[in-house]
């Protein structure tokens, strides 16, 4: 009987038509906050890049991995430094909360190589994973969860970045069909940073003679 029930609220589930996807609509950075755009509207500038469609990416070969569904050349480049904290708030299509509970939530860094990140073109970047959340320690409950109740996802930058312009890829991948040959849904967003050096003040400190 248990069974059953189980299989029946699993079959109800992924047949209630979703309204199911998303975006990054506002990032924070040490404290200060940038909203994103919707999807396909007319766009306001933005260090997000904006995508045209809240579906999924389907497939690791998409060339939509990159930064999301068609995604645009965003018109800023925000001010960050080695260690900055970011927070991103996910949104459903209709300005409610992120949809989905179950899967990780990655973040990949890459250099804007030879131009400013509002010009560079992602097809070939060089991406390299800084963080990863997954199951909450002790429980089956996925870090995806809190983005469901609403709470941003914290991403800390490395403390060791080289000056320089970098994508921020921000991706959550969606589980809850993934029982099914290709049902995993990817939802990648690219943000767009300048990388200030950290310098020693000791370095600028003269010593005045009598």
């Given at each position: 009987?248990?069974?059953?029930?189980?299989?029946?609220?699993?079959?109800?589930?992924?047949?209630?038509?979703?309204?199911?996807?998303?975006?990054?609509?506002?990032?924070?950075?040490?404290?200060?906050?940038?909203?994103?755009?919707?999807?396909?509207?007319?766009?306001?500038?933005?260090?997000?890049?904006?995508?045209?469609?809240?579906?999924?990416?389907?497939?690791?070969?998409?060339?939509?991995?990159?930064?999301?569904?068609?995604?645009?050349?965003?018109?800023?480049?925000?001010?960050?430094?080695?260690?900055?904290?970011?927070?991103?708030?996910?949104?459903?299509?209709?300005?409610?909360?992120?949809?989905?509970?179950?899967?990780?939530?990655?973040?990949?860094?890459?250099?804007?190589?030879?131009?400013?990140?509002?010009?560079?073109?992602?097809?070939?970047?060089?991406?390299?994973?800084?963080?990863?959340?997954?199951?909450?320690?002790?429980?089956?409950t996925w870090y995806q969860q809190n983005i469901m109740d609403g709470w941003p996802a914290n991403v800390?930058?490395?403390?060791?970045l080289e000056p320089g312009q970098y994508l921020i890829r921000h991706e959550i991948i969606a589980l809850?069909?993934?029982?099914?040959?290709?049902?995993?849904?990817?939802?990648?967003?690219?943000?767009?940073?300048?990388?200030?050096?950290?310098?020693?003040?000791?370095?600028?400190?003269?010593?005045?003679?009598?």
């Open positions: 009987m248990h069974t059953f029930l189980l299989l029946s609220l699993l079959i109800l589930r992924n047949a209630c038509p979703a309204k199911a996807h998303g975006y990054v609509a506002q990032v924070s950075i040490d404290g200060e906050i940038y909203m994103g755009n919707v999807p396909n509207a007319q766009p306001s500038p933005s260090i997000v890049r904006q995508i045209d469609d809240i579906s999924p990416v389907k497939g690791a070969s998409n060339p939509y991995m990159n930064c999301g569904q068609a995604a645009q050349l965003a018109a800023l480049v925000a001010d960050a430094n080695p260690g900055s904290q970011f927070q991103f708030w996910w949104k459903d299509g209709d300005g409610t909360n992120w949809p989905h509970d179950i899967g990780p939530i990655m973040t990949y860094m890459a250099s804007c190589v030879g131009t400013t990140c509002d010009k560079y073109n992602s097809t070939n970047a060089e991406w390299f994973k800084i963080e990863e959340t997954g199951l909450e320690p002790g429980n089956m800390t930058l490395p403390s060791n809850h069909l993934a029982t099914e040959l290709g049902g995993a849904e990817f939802y990648p967003s690219c943000t767009q940073v300048r990388m200030y050096p950290v310098f020693s003040y000791a370095r600028f400190t003269y010593i005045r003679s009598g």
